[in-house]
């Protein structure tokens, strides 16, 4: 089961990761900042890479306990400002 991607509202636009995301990822990740309210340490180059990658593929359910993993993008501009789960 997977969701009508994107998701939109007025302001955002959820939808699946793409490679394309790593240097947002990666920038929001590894700034100590951002990181202290996200449950973590910063995440190096290597670390963000892997957890994009882990996320990929995470875009429908297939089996009990599953989660969705989403990027939420600025509409306007298409930037990536965030991750949802």
Do not use: H
Request: hydrophobic share 40%.
């Amino acid at each position: 089961m997977s969701p009508d991607w994107p998701l939109e509202t007025s302001r955002l636009t959820l939808r699946p990761f793409v490679e394309e995301d790593f240097e947002a990822i990666y920038a929001m990740r590894a700034d100590p900042e951002v990181a202290r309210y996200l449950y973590g340490e910063p995440l190096s180059a290597a670390e963000a890479r892997d957890f994009l990658q882990r996320r990929l593929g995470g875009s429908a359910w297939s089996s009990e306990g599953d989660w969705l993993s989403v990027a939420a993008v600025e509409r306007v501009s298409g930037t990536t400002v965030g991750d949802v789960a």
